[in-house]
């Protein structure tokens, strides 16, 4: 097969990642909580508008921290959308919690309100996830999470694809009362593997703290040395290393200016070279009071088959350019046993009929024309 010249996402690596890491490298200072994951956190608290930050080692480990802080235990109930990463089912499914999947809307495919609503009815569910697919903010997000206040179910809102969206000018990862990003090097920022937990909740910072520090209690600095491998339960060993957070640092003091902007204007060059078609249209759609950034650009196929799409996406990447799927939805995940909340399987639907085309931030105005081209000629002589 032809090397794939557009790539879904290239990583961005400047000069100042490079001093960051560097400068570690020459401290000496490898593990968790260096100076540069701290200043890190800082700056991503202070972006998103949160009281605390946690730097973890992936977007997975934040959501399994995120969960044992809410007190998820064997038998609870937790909520998720149906289109999403296999870690929010998975991180449910470690805590002996039992799954409830709720279908996706087909605007911003995340979850549906009235379908939510139904499922806290059936399931009373103790924690609800909510994700931003793909850099667009879920339609409902402030309608479930004022809903999940009444009904005292606590919000983890995944805004792994989400870092600078706002919707009614709120920031994503500002919502839940614990937040998750991911900042694997995909991302919207990147540092190889690595994630955020951010929260207002004091409470909800120390405990996941705590999770993600195999348990270690808070220290006071007037405690002895000899308490230092004393722990209080079980733990995980899920804190940022230095090198991340220190690459990860030069990420988010780059993001407002250089990445973020970069990010939606591709978003704005599909969405003015994709015009809605009898053949296509964008997978999701730009609300009002909404600001997405476009995290991943994807095209749902209205007229093809899903054997022409697949085809499609091979042609595709005969051509240099690299496709990706859509998410294989939860509902489909038989090795979890969920539950299940929805009329229209959306989510399998969407799987079907997407392709996700080449999102990284250098690609030109010419590059959307040329995937345009490919893709126009392929249904023409298909
Ligand atoms: C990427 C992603 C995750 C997992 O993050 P990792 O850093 O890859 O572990 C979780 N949820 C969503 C919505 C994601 O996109």
Request: aromatic letters at 10%; glycine letters at 6%.
């Amino acid at each position: 097969m032809q090397k794939l010249k557009y790539k879904i996402n290239t990583p961005s690596v400047s000069a100042l990642e490079k001093k960051y890491v560097n400068d570690a490298l020459n401290k000496g200072w490898l593990s968790s909580g260096g100076e540069h994951t701290k200043i890190f956190e800082e700056k991503v608290s202070k972006f998103v508008d949160r009281k605390f930050c946690i730097a973890v080692q992936s977007g997975t480990a934040g959501i399994h921290a995120a969960l044992k802080a809410a007190g998820v235990k064997t038998g609870d109930k937790v909520i998720t959308p149906n289109y999403t990463c296999s870690s929010s089912i998975s991180c449910i499914s470690q805590l002996n919690a039992i799954p409830v999947i709720v279908e996706i809307e087909d605007e911003t495919l995340g979850l549906d309100y009235d379908l939510f609503v139904k499922a806290v009815t059936i399931h009373k569910p103790k924690v609800a996830q909510i994700v931003h697919v793909y850099g667009h903010p879920c339609r409902d997000t402030l309608k479930i999470i004022n809903f999940c206040k009444k009904n005292n179910i606590v919000v983890i809102e995944d805004a792994s694809e989400a870092l600078g969206a706002k919707i009614m000018n709120k920031k994503c990862g500002s919502l839940g009362d614990i937040s998750v990003i991911s900042t694997r090097s995909e991302k919207m920022i990147g540092c190889g593997e690595g994630g955020l937990i951010l929260t207002n909740n004091k409470i909800l910072y120390e405990k996941a703290t705590i999770y993600c520090n195999r348990h270690a209690p808070f220290r006071k600095k007037s405690d002895p040395y000899w308490k230092k491998y004393e722990v209080t339960g079980e733990g995980y060993n899920y804190l940022m290393p230095h090198l991340s957070g220190a690459f990860a640092r030069g990420q988010i003091e780059r993001f407002q200016k250089d990445l973020l902007p970069k990010k939606k204007m591709v978003g704005n060059l599909y969405s003015k070279h994709f015009k809605e078609t009898p053949n296509y249209k964008l997978t999701q759609k730009r609300l009002k009071k909404t600001s997405p950034v476009f995290w991943l650009n994807s095209l749902y196929f209205k007229s093809l088959s899903v054997n022409n799409v697949k085809k499609l996406g091979l042609f595709l990447q005969s051509k240099g350019i690299e496709v990706r799927p859509g998410f294989w939805p939860l509902s489909l995940m038989k090795c979890f046993n969920p539950k299940y909340v929805g009329i229209k399987k959306i989510s399998e639907d969407i799987k079907d009929k997407i392709i996700i085309l080449p999102s990284s931030i250098d690609l030109k105005n010419k590059d959307i024309i040329f995937f345009k081209k490919q893709i126009d000629f392929f249904i023409k002589n298909k």
